[in-house]
């Protein structure tokens, strides 16, 4: 893919969407990062709806310590995982306490150190908390970035550099989530919906998919 198509997609996205950010509800980087840590394997909205219940209770590194794997497991029984990320959000709370001051830090080294947290973790972390132009690729944009030839890559660090290398400063901070939505709304896993992709003319998937039968 040329670098023109590549800025008309980016153009295209920005258009439908000049503001995108997280599904995800949060209002402090704390916050966004307990969620994005429980949000692996599971959505967002099953994410959202156990911590409108915890955060309200505990919503800091001391609070939500306090709480102990236990209470923190009570609010998170609905997140596949949950024992796992109870231990790893207690685990990160006391890091943060004794070695961070109780702030999260914004440096990718010191958020990889968290248990439960690894490059893709961060790199959300860092970008929709901090404002880093880095791009956190998931299933989806994986997906995106392969199936419309935008940043082709045989991993998710392979299409991680290509983004990096491929999309137009102007468009690096905001990459992340045009291309997250429109794998989770638009070029779907099991079946594009190329019928109505405000990008189709721009992508090289090949065949496009007909709009389902009425």
Request: glycine residues 6%.
């Amino acid at each position: 893919m040329n670098a023109n198509k590549r800025r008309a997609i980016f153009e295209t996205l920005q258009e439908l969407n000049p503001h995108p950010t997280t599904e995800l509800e949060y209002t402090t980087p704390f916050e966004l990062l307990i969620a994005v840590m429980l949000s692996a394997q599971a959505t967002d909205v099953s994410v959202n709806k156990a911590m409108r219940k915890m955060f309200p209770v505990a919503n800091t590194p001391q609070t939500v310590f306090a709480l102990g794997e236990d209470g923190v497991a009570g609010y998170i029984r609905t997140i596949g995982l949950y024992r796992t990320k109870a231990k790893n959000v207690i685990a990160t709370c006391r890091i943060l306490l004794d070695q961070f001051g109780g702030e999260v830090p914004d440096d990718r080294e010191a958020l990889e150190s968290l248990p439960g947290v690894g490059r893709k973790t961060a790199n959300v972390i860092l970008n929709t908390a901090f404002g880093h132009p880095v791009i956190a690729v998931d299933t989806h944009i994986f997906r995106v970035a392969n199936r419309t030839g935008l940043a082709p890559g045989k991993d998710v660090r392979a299409v991680e550099i290509a983004l990096e290398k491929f999309t137009p400063p102007a468009f690096q901070h905001d990459a992340h989530h045009w291309l997250i939505l429109h794998g989770r709304y638009v070029c779907k896993a099991r079946r594009p919906e190329c019928w109505h992709c405000a990008i189709e003319p721009l992508c090289e998937y090949r065949p496009k998919t007909p709009p389902p039968e009425l």
